[in-house]
């Protein structure tokens, strides 16, 4: 999704970024300077909760925008970490806001932008809500016109759906057998 969005950044100043996996791209409370897009790898928004354990906000993959809403935000509202070895462009973010109001096609392509990622978000949710293994990955599948999820994708797709990756093998080995 984010090849458009590229396209319209052409000219505005940018830079790369590379992290290895726990490396960390941002922290709660930094400054908001750049918009990221994930070129490789992917990078997990993360809010820890009083008892340590973390919250995963986003799980940016090749394609996405890092923690858009921030392009509003003064501070960042969590950690952005990599999850694997990362590439990354960073955008200033004085020059995007300056292109969104400069150029009402770069502003449609955001707006889409946002609206796709607000569907992802609440299918998400919805996921998530289901009560068993079986039917969290009914929907994932349907969502994604019935194909995968591919044996080295497994772990992250047990995350996505918010179920142990041995549960989701579970799921996986009685489909198999069937």
Same mark, same amino acid.
């Not at 300056?98 to 150029?103: G, P, V």
């Not at 772990?155 to 142990?164: D, H, L, P």
């Given at each position: 999704? &984010? %090849?458009?969005?590229?396209?319209?950044?052409?000219?505005?100043?940018? !830079?790369?970024?590379? /992290?290895?996996?726990?490396?960390? +791209?941002?922290?709660?409370?930094?400054?908001?300077?750049?918009?990221?897009?994930? !070129?490789?790898?992917?990078? !997990?928004?993360?809010?820890?909760?009083?008892?340590?354990?973390?919250?995963?906000?986003?799980?940016?993959?090749?394609? &996405?925008?890092?923690?858009?809403?921030?392009?509003? &935000?003064?501070?960042? !509202?969590?950690?952005?970490?990599?999850?694997?070895?990362?590439?990354?462009?960073?955008?200033?973010?004085?020059?995007?806001?300056?292109? /969104?109001?400069?150029?009402?096609?770069?502003?449609?392509?955001?707006?889409?932008?946002?609206?796709?990622?607000?569907?992802? %978000?609440? /299918?998400?949710?919805?996921?998530? &809500?289901?009560?068993?293994?079986?039917?969290?990955?009914? %929907?994932? +599948?349907? %969502?994604?016109?019935?194909?995968?999820?591919?044996?080295?994708?497994?772990?992250?797709?047990?995350?996505?759906?918010?179920?142990?990756?041995?549960?989701?093998?579970?799921?996986?080995?009685?489909?198999?057998?069937?």
């Amino acid at each position: 999704m &984010s %090849a458009a969005i590229d396209t319209y950044l052409r000219d505005v100043p940018s !830079h790369v970024i590379v /992290l290895e996996p726990g490396q960390y +791209l941002f922290h709660l409370g930094d400054p908001v300077r750049c918009m990221h897009i994930v !070129h490789a790898g992917r990078v !997990h928004l993360v809010r820890y909760q009083r008892d340590g354990s973390a919250l995963v906000l986003q799980r940016a993959g090749v394609g &996405s925008i890092v923690a858009e809403a921030s392009l509003y &935000s003064e501070t960042y !509202h969590c950690d952005g970490v990599a999850d694997e070895p990362v590439r990354l462009l960073a955008f200033a973010k004085s020059g995007v806001h300056q292109r /969104l109001r400069a150029d009402p096609d770069f502003a449609g392509a955001w707006a889409m932008y946002l609206a796709h990622e607000l569907q992802r %978000a609440r /299918l998400q949710a919805e996921i998530l &809500s289901i009560r068993t293994v079986a039917k969290r990955l009914d %929907a994932w +599948l349907a %969502a994604r016109g019935g194909e995968g999820p591919y044996r080295g994708d497994w772990k992250t797709v047990a995350n996505e759906i918010g179920v142990s990756p041995e549960a989701l093998y579970r799921e996986m080995a009685k489909r198999r057998g069937a």
